[in-house]
C-alpha cells in the first residue's frame, strides 16, 4: 500500500505570503490519480486540483500543482484569508483502493 | 446541482450496529462509484469502501473488512454503510463522496462532490 506523508504538518505564514506544501509518495504515483482537497472547520473538503495540476472548476489561479513520480507539490501563490485550511492530498492506487496524506494546516502567522 | 446528503449517524456502544444513508441527487446515479471516507476527531481523511455503478465490485479499507458492508438502491438513487461489530476507534464524521474516473476522453482520479457528513460515536 502506497503511504502519503504530506510535509510540513503546520505552516504558519501571512496572508499574501507564498505557501508550498509538499505530498510524497512511497512509490510512484501516477499523476493522474494524485490531487489535493481544501477542509475548514465543520466542512467537508473540497476538491482543488486533480491529476496532479489541473485546477477543479472554480478554483482560482493562485492555486496550482506540481510534480510527479514521488513527489508532488501544491503551491498557492499569494494567501488570502479564506486560503486558512488544511488541504489533503489523495492517490488511487494498483491496490484499488484509495489513500490520504495525513494533511498540512496552514495557519494565520 | 449535484448533492450528497448523509444521514443516520449517532451514538452507538461497542460491538453495536449502525447503517448509514446517502441520498444523492442532481446526477445520474447510476453512472458513478461512489465513496464512503471518514475523518476522526482532529485527524486526517480516511477511505473507507467504495462500490461500483451497479454493487457488482466494492472495495474496502483493511481495517473494517468483514464488518461494514457497502450497497446502493439504484432505484432510490441512495447509498448505505451497514457497520457491525462498531468500535471505539470507528468514531468520526463519515462522508460520502463521488468518484470521478475515466471520461472518453482521459482518466483522472478524484472525488468531485461531498457531502456534509454525519457523526458516528461509539462509546459506552
Known amino acids: 500500500e502506497i503511504v502519503l506523508t504530506q510535509s510540513p504538518g503546520t505552516l504558519s505564514l501571512s496572508p499574501g505570503e507564498r505557501a508550498t506544501l509538499s505530498c510524497r509518495a512511497s512509490q510512484s504515483v501516477s499523476s493522474s490519480f494524485l490531487a489535493w482537497y481544501q477542509q475548514k472547520p465543520g466542512q467537508a473538503p473540497r476538491l482543488l486540483i486533480y491529476g496532479a495540476s489541473s485546477r477543479a472548476t472554480g478554483i482560482p489561479d493562485r492555486f496550482s500543482g506540481s510534480g510527479s513520480g514521488t513527489d508532488f507539490t501544491l503551491t498557492i501563490s499569494r494567501l488570502e484569508p479564506e486560503d486558512f485550511a488544511v488541504y489533503h492530498c489523495q492517490q488511487y492506487g494498483s491496490s484499488l483502493t484509495w489513500t490520504f496524506g495525513q494533511g498540512t494546516k496552514v495557519e494565520i502567522k | 446541482e449535484v448533492q450528497l446528503v448523509e444521514s443516520g449517524g449517532g451514538l452507538v456502544q461497542p460491538g453495536g450496529s449502525l447503517r448509514l444513508s446517502c441520498a444523492a441527487s442532481g446526477f445520474t446515479f447510476t453512472t458513478y462509484w461512489i465513496t464512503w471516507v471518514r475523518q476522526a476527531p482532529g485527524k486526517g481523511l480516511e477511505w473507507v469502501a467504495n462500490i461500483n455503478q451497479d454493487g457488482s465490485e466494492k472495495h474496502y479499507v483493511d481495517s473494517v473488512k468483514g464488518r461494514f458492508t457497502i450497497s446502493r438502491d439504484n432505484d432510490k438513487n441512495s447509498l448505505y454503510l451497514q457497520m457491525n461489530s462498531l468500535r471505539a476507534e470507528d468514531t468520526a464524521v463519515y462522508y460520502c463522496?463521488?468518484?470521478?474516473?475515466?471520461?472518453?476522453?482521459?482518466?483522472?482520479?478524484?472525488?468531485?462532490?461531498w457531502g456534509q457528513g454525519a457523526l458516528v460515536t461509539v462509546s459506552s
Open positions: 463522496a463521488r468518484e470521478r474516473r475515466c471520461s472518453t476522453t482521459n482518466c483522472y482520479y478524484y472525488f468531485d462532490y
